[in-house]
């Protein structure tokens, strides 16, 4: 399957701190999600992204998609305590495949 | 977007035993998705199950052991047979949703599996 990379793998972060992650892959995808991972819950989606250099907005969360399409950035701004939990994106090669996800991003936020 | 839920949200089963997981969506969907993620990890598809059709299986993953239906459009289930200490994990129900003429999908709680 394919491979995609989440890195930091972690982050420790004062609360009001701006936070920014990012996800690479060796292969060309189509569409880049984002979710959002609380302890004992399933995925919630954040953001979804279709066009190269996309770049959109949820609130206080930005997601751009990768102008070579092989990568995506996922920013948070002004963290709070509820920001807490692991960040996975996940990646689709073409319509109707399957979404690969990446390794993960876990965030702390220090209050 | 779809508003899925699971049952049962958690189960702690013997070895050699089997669970059965059922997914239920509010809205008829052709995709749904079973996901597999263990402590720590992140989500491995298991398989993907449309209506009408034999799911089909991601390489590692087998029908005897992960049997799963999809009797119709809005609901499936999934088979842990003869379980062992190592599928301990996480299963995860996921449906696509196209609704807004854009790919999205959406998961489900998860079912917290423990093995002893």
């Known amino acids: 399957g394919q491979q995609l990379n989440q890195s930091p793998q972690s982050m420790f972060i004062q609360e009001g701190e701006d936070v920014s992650m990012n996800c690479t892959s060796s292969?060309?995808?189509?569409?880049w999600l984002w979710y959002k991972q609380d302890p004992g819950e399933g995925p919630v989606l954040l953001i979804a992204?279709?066009?190269?250099?996309e770049l959109t907005s949820n609130g206080r969360l930005t997601a751009q998609f990768g102008i070579t399409r092989k990568d995506s950035f996922l920013n948070i701004s002004a963290s709070i305590p509820s920001d807490v939990g692991i960040y996975f994106c996940?990646?689709?090669?073409?319509?109707?495949?399957?979404?690969?996800f990446g390794t993960g991003t876990s965030l702390t936020v220090i209050p | 977007s779809a508003v899925i839920s699971q049952k049962p949200s958690r189960d702690i089963c013997q070895r050699g035993t089997s669970l059965t997981i059922q997914c239920q969506v509010d809205?008829?969907?052709?995709?749904m998705f079973w996901y597999r993620q263990q402590p720590g990890q992140s989500l491995t598809l298991i398989a993907t199950?449309?209506?009408?059709?034999?799911?089909?299986?991601e390489s590692g993953f087998v029908i005897d052991k992960f049997p799963i239906s999809r009797p119709n459009l809005t609901f499936s289930t999934l088979t842990v047979s003869n379980m062992s200490p190592e599928d301990s994990s996480i299963y995860l129900c996921?449906?696509?949703?196209?609704?807004?003429?854009?790919?999205?999908?959406?998961f489900g709680p998860g079912t917290r599996l423990t093995v002893t």
């Open positions: 996921s449906v696509e949703d196209t609704g807004q003429g854009v790919y999205e999908q959406y």
């Open positions: 292969s060309i995808f189509n569409t």
């Open positions: 992204l279709y066009k190269a250099g």
């Open positions: 996940a990646g689709q090669l073409y319509t109707g495949n399957q979404f690969y």
């Open positions: 809205s008829q969907v052709t995709m």
């Open positions: 199950a449309n209506q009408g059709s034999e799911a089909t299986y």
